[in-house]
């Protein structure tokens, strides 16, 4: 009150006091009253009303098909904009990582839009020009590998249903699949919407087993029959336990592999799929060389390299002692535990860890240093599998710096094609550089979060690696086929190679050969296929194309963004519909609109995240409410005319 009393003795001069009687105390509190309600308002109103105003997602519905491990996920999300005014809005979904956005379209008025894809340069000047002219247009553009985020304009009170599709191909690890839908609050805007999450899946091996994790309340299953199930979860409001996670095995086919055609009426395409198990391949896992490369520079120091001793201690003892290993601690310096490896004896691998928990970060960064001494402690060793796993969170920045040159002395090092596993820490390292060496040594490279579970990351990786089974794997196919292999050259424990082709026609026989070494010497399993008896899916030719777009990629990251690549990696993604780095999905509805509903756009052309017209967004904040505090004055004065009249 004493400010009140403040303002009215300042702004409008004349006002009675207290001692004036009670006509006077009627109008010193009016006066008060829409001064301390009017302040009040300008200070709190715009906040909340702006907050459950603004446009949110009212219902998701999720449909997810799973076809002899290739799966293809339905995102539908209702939007509804509860304001009075137009309003834009921006959200973000992340999917996994080795999956495509294949579809993207908007359903309102009655009516459905549906995406086109486009390059992306393209596709942000065909979304600028759009928002300019005033027109209705949304914008899907590729925010990372994984994470996308589309924009859409709504009218006032108006509802509208985006619809998501992505296509991944599940590869199987530690004997298991593993589908994992990401589902958090952000991804819903803030949201908590109702939720529906339906499966179908099927194989044409038989279903060992499935589980659901961290939603198991709420999900039903029910089993069609061997070689299918369909699962259901859903809840009127959404609660956040992680990520949606369906894990399930099937039962092993033929050693030589099972096949999969398709007839398109001009060409076969096939998909083998090979993973003979372990009795298959000389009873038991071969014994492996493993040399860890391990970053100590100064920027490991702290939470990074606890996480990195926690999980080599864990890794370390899953060694057994048959398989041999060694140290390479790199900063400005290179050193190493033994020289060369040594057998995972139990003397040996608790000295390591008593060694590794001893080691501090400090100095710079001799990357090529370390990897090339790591590759010439590998030697050739009959029916041995040699792996090198490098962990680091920086860039070369002492000895060879030069990313190129790096890389071509890890060729030249690398005679005995070793596969060398990057794990790389933060959001400086350079992802790519990491990529590219990995792939160019037939392995690949992870992206370790740095988060609570990061040795849990860690661990896992290594469980993929550590029961090696089969290397130097070749494949061949008669009649001849145009194929592209998902994985490596070498086969561990749990998992699979699968490889897709092409063949000319429709030839009724497939012949398959399949050459390379485990742990009893060379090996190799033959078979022919009776296409003509065998069930012909259409999702063969979609796999195919994935391969092809997932391959260009690859060879860009190793080879440099040439145009001739690019243009490949473009044209064959926009022919198939899918949204990659060079490629946009586009909804340009052409539906004119007020000028004062256009959105604003941030420099790479993605739609800024406004939950308040263009028009407001241009003035201060609080700036809606100066009509409010004008006749807030405007009445003051009136009553203090109406008194000094009274007098």
């Known amino acids: 009150m004493v400010f009140a009393q403040q303002f009215y003795a300042f702004y409008i001069p004349g006002l009675p006091n207290c001692d004036a009687g009670g006509e006077g105390m009627k109008v010193r509190n009016w006066v008060v009253v829409l001064v301390v309600g009017g302040l009040a308002a300008l200070m709190f109103a715009n906040i909340p009303a702006e907050a459950a105003m603004s446009p949110s997602v009212k219902a998701v519905d999720v449909s997810i098909s799973i076809n002899n491990s290739y799966a293809v996920t339905r995102v539908s999300e209702?939007?509804?904009?509860?304001?009075?005014?137009?309003?834009?809005?921006?959200?973000?979904?992340?999917?996994?990582?080795?999956?495509?956005?294949?579809?993207?379209?908007?359903?309102?008025?009655?009516?459905?839009?549906?995406?086109q894809v486009v390059p992306a340069q393209q596709a942000k000047e065909a979304y600028d020009k759009a928002v300019s002219e005033g027109r209705n247009a949304a914008l899907l553009a590729s925010r990372g590998k994984s994470m996308f985020s589309y924009s859409v304009n709504l009218k006032p009170g108006q509802t509208v249903v985006a619809g998501l599709v992505f296509e991944q191909f599940l590869r199987q690890k530690d004997g298991a699949f593993v589908y994992s839908l990401c589902l958090d609050n952000s991804t819903f805007g803030g949201s908590s919407p109702?939720?529906?999450?339906?499966?179908?899946?099927?194989?044409?091996?038989?279903?060992?087993?499935?589980?659901?994790?961290?939603?198991?309340?709420?999900?039903?299953?029910?089993?069609?029959s061997a070689g299918s199930v369909s699962t259901s979860y859903q809840a009127s409001r959404f609660s956040c336990r992680g990520d949606y996670v369906i894990r399930y095995s099937i039962a092993k086919g033929a050693a030589a592999g099972t096949i999969t055609p398709y007839y398109d009426g001009r060409d076969t395409y096939f998909m083998h799929v090979f993973e003979p198990g372990v009795s298959a391949l000389g009873g038991s896992p071969m014994a492996k060389q493993v040399v860890f490369v391990l970053d100590r520079s100064g920027s490991m120091s702290g939470q990074k390299i606890a996480q990195v001793k926690t999980a080599f201690c864990g890794i370390i003892r899953q060694l057994r002692p048959e398989d041999s290993f060694d140290l390479v601690y790199f900063s400005s310096s290179v050193s190493t535990?033994?020289?060369?490896?040594?057998?995972?004896?139990?003397?040996?691998?608790?000295?390591?860890?008593?060694?590794?928990?001893a080691l501090t970060a400090g100095g710079c960064t001799n990357f090529n240093g370390a990897l090339g001494k790591a590759l010439d402690m590998i030697k050739e060793r009959e029916n041995t599998a040699a792996i090198v796993v490098m962990l680091t969170d920086g860039q070369p920045t002492s000895g060879v710096t030069n990313k190129n040159t790096i890389r071509s002395e890890v060729r030249s090092k690398n005679t005995l094609h070793t596969p060398v596993y990057c794990l790389g820490f933060g959001n400086d390292v350079d992802f790519p550089f990491l990529k590219a060496l990995s792939l160019e040594s037939g392995a690949r490279a992870l992206k370790i979060s740095v988060a609570s579970d990061a040795a849990d990351q860690i661990k896992d990786f290594f469980g993929t690696v550590a029961d090696p089974l089969m290397k130097d794997i070749g494949f061949s196919y008669y009649p001849g086929a145009e194929t592209h292999l998902l994985g490596g050259s070498c086969l561990y424990g749990g998992s699979q190679l699968v490889v897709v082709g092409r063949m000319s026609g429709r030839p009724s026989m497939l012949s398959i050969q399949v050459k390379g070494a485990d742990r009893n010497g060379s090996t190799g399993f033959s078979a022919s296929y009776d296409l003509s008896r065998m069930a012909q899916d259409s999702m063969v030719v979609r796999f195919y194309n994935f391969a092809r777009i997932n391959e260009l990629l690859d060879r860009i990251t190793v080879e440099g963004p040439g145009s001739a690549l690019v243009r490949e990696a473009t044209n064959l993604s926009v022919e198939n519909g899918f949204v990659t780095p060079y490629t946009s999905m586009l909804i340009d509805i052409g539906e004119p609109r007020p000028a004062d509903t256009a959105q604003s756009l941030i420099g790479d052309g993605a739609p800024e995240r406004s939950m308040r017209p263009a028009a407001s967004l241009a003035m201060p904040y609080g700036s809606e409410l100066i009509p409010l505090?004008?006749?807030?004055?405007?009445v003051a004065a009136a009553l203090r005319r109406r008194y000094q009249g009274g007098l």
């Open 78 to 115: 209702e939007i509804v904009n509860p304001s009075g005014t137009a309003a834009a809005a921006t959200f973000n979904f992340q999917i996994p990582e080795e999956a495509f956005i294949s579809n993207f379209s908007l359903r309102l008025d009655n009516r459905t839009y549906f995406g």
């Open 194 to 224: 109702s939720i529906r999450v339906a499966s179908a899946i099927s194989y044409s091996s038989a279903l060992e087993s499935l589980a659901i994790q961290n939603y198991t309340v709420g999900t039903s299953i029910q089993w069609q």
């Open 337 to 357: 535990w033994r020289g060369s490896p040594v057998k995972a004896s139990k003397a040996n691998v608790d000295a390591a860890v008593s060694d590794m928990k």
């Open 629 to 634: 505090a004008l006749f807030i004055v405007l």
